[in-house]
């Protein structure tokens, strides 16, 4: 049965003022239809960012620890329903069964974790150079922010800015992506459910140049947290001057193999970091760079390995590889294949939509694998977001991290060697927000920074506390305060 969702303002369920709905489909089988959400406007978003703003006057008043306490009950719920919640995440948006838990956990993580900060948002205590004068800085935070989020990671990334936001004494209006309104729904009706005052958190379902731009340009929302494309992240940045605006946006991640590394743990890691969510992690590794004296060996054992992955839908047991999110999506990927034949890349494995049988009713694009891709090639300079990795030859360290670091983006990076000097330089020298050694590009934790460079970022970094999420909530204020009972002149009186 499909799930009818509302927009929740002020704790109250509201369908979109014009009665305009969308459909929510599971891309393993479009005939399942998983919910209808409200399309909702300018007028449930006026209604929304009211509540939100009479609601910051008390919300930023109510004590850290305290806000910290309703959290960790969220927190407590999140995991008691991580099953349902993680099948509905696999049916909703199409990753395994596996991920689907795994993008709930990550939301219990940060729920936890961001409670805890209630207790820690610090600040500092300095002397001052005058007599009987105290001097500090305070965190406070921000106001009202608007939060828009993609489908990829429908749960975790929601979770990622909404408990920062309001450990930190914000108050939140949340557009989530349209491909996955019910998870949305459901994790707003958790963290509400664990004790939050009406308006705290809000939630206005509806299309992004809609319902999200809206909301971004709103005169009465102080800062806006945006997680997706890089198009439309630089066009909220443009659209949004004024307001404090942070954008975590696309990648083109690589993995560099060396050749003194372990090749089956690279083989497993690159597969992990190009097939796993269907390729469509921010941080999926869709570039292997591959030195040359390993690149044949590597190309045989890494084609051999991908031609095992089980495709299918990701709550059938032993599926590997789901389906795309919807539609428009898997016509991107598969333009992106036409685009690498003409660029005469060699197609060495998949290429192919599926769609006989228990198939033809989803988004489904077989592992793909193109070799002796050339680091300028469109493949391997923009980010197709699907399961389509490009190997790439390297002559040696130096010119496996140029190409590395030749594209637009820099969102993580990762190097495969046994030579702890290589692997000290990949750190050094790989221009990205993220990098792993011996490890894939996907994995981040959720107690440090997270976010990249050049187009794959913009503002300040999400997850972690100081420098990252807290930062990206909270302002900071200071205060002077002068018991001496005088006028006292800083760097003036000096007897
Ligand atoms: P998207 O940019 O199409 O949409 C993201 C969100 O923005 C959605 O809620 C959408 O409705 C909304 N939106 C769209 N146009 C808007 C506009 N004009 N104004 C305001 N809001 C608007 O991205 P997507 O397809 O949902 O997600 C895939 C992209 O997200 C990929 O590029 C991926 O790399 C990126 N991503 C980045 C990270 C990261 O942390 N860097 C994490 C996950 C996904």
Not at 89 to 114: C, P, W
Not at 192 to 197: H, R, T
Request: a positive charge; charged letters at 25%.
């Amino acid at each position: 049965m499909p799930e009818k969702i509302f927009n929740v303002i002020a704790n109250k369920q509201f369908p979109a003022a014009s009665g305009r709905t969308i459909k929510s489909l599971n891309p393993a089988n479009t005939d399942d239809l998983v919910g209808i959400a409200p399309a909702s406007g300018m007028a449930d978003g006026d209604l929304a960012v009211k509540a939100a703003r009479k609601a910051f006057e008390t919300w930023r008043l109510f004590p850290a620890p305290r806000r910290g306490e309703i959290i960790f009950r969220a927190a407590e719920a999140l995991l008691k329903a991580k099953d349902e919640l993680g099948r509905l995440v696999t049916r909703e948006m199409g990753k395994i069964l596996s991920e689907g838990l795994g993008d709930v956990q990550e939301a219990v993580d940060m729920a936890f974790y961001m409670a805890g900060e209630g207790r820690r948002l610090d600040g500092q205590t300095v002397p001052s150079e005058l007599f009987d004068k105290d001097c500090k800085s305070a965190r406070v935070p921000i106001g009202v922010f608007a939060l828009i989020t993609p489908w990829n990671f429908p749960i975790a990334i929601p979770a990622w800015k909404i408990f920062p936001a309001l450990i930190a004494g914000n108050t939140v209006v949340f557009k989530p992506s349209s491909f996955t309104p019910v998870c949305a729904a459901k994790l707003v009706d958790i963290i509400i459910a664990a004790g939050l005052p009406p308006g705290v958190l809000n939630i206005v379902h509806g299309a992004g140049d809609e319902t999200g731009e809206y909301l971004a340009t709103h005169h009465d929302v102080d800062g806006v947290s945006f997680t997706g494309s890089t198009a439309v992240g630089e066009k909220l940045a443009r659209v949004c001057a004024g307001k404090d605006i942070s954008c975590e946006m696309g990648g083109k991640n690589p993995i560099i193999v060396m050749d003194d590394a372990r090749l089956d743990l690279a083989i497993e890691g690159a597969l992990w970091a190009g097939f796993g969510t269907t390729g469509q992690r921010c941080t999926a590794a869709s570039r292997v760079i591959v030195h040359e004296k390993v690149y044949d060996r590597f190309l045989k054992m890494f084609v051999a390995a991908a031609k095992t992955l089980k495709l299918g839908d990701g709550l059938a047991k032993g599926t590997q590889v789901g389906p795309l999110i919807n539609e428009t999506q898997m016509n991107k990927v598969l333009s992106y294949i036409e685009i690498g034949k003409k660029e005469r890349a060699n197609l060495v494995l998949g290429g192919n939509r599926k769609k006989d049988g228990a198939f033809r009713k989803g988004y489904f694009i077989e592992p793909t694998v193109f070799a002796d891709v050339k680091p300028e090639m469109r493949i391997a300079q923009e980010e197709i977001f699907g399961p389509v990795v490009s190997l790439i030859k390297a002559k040696d360290l130096k010119d496996a991290i140029r190409i590395a670091n030749n594209v637009a983006y820099g969102l993580s990076a990762s190097i495969y060697t046994q030579d702890v000097n290589k692997s000290a330089i990949a750190e050094r020298d790989l221009d990205a927000g993220i990098v792993y050694i011996n490890a894939p590009t996907i994995g981040a934790e959720i107690q440090l920074p997270f976010g990249g460079t050049k187009k794959s970022g913009l503002g300040r970094r999400e997850a972690g506390g100081r420098g990252g999420a807290i930062d990206m909530f909270t302002k900071w204020k200071v205060v002077y305060r002068d018991y001496s009972g005088r006028l006292q002149k800083a760097q003036i009186d000096k007897d």
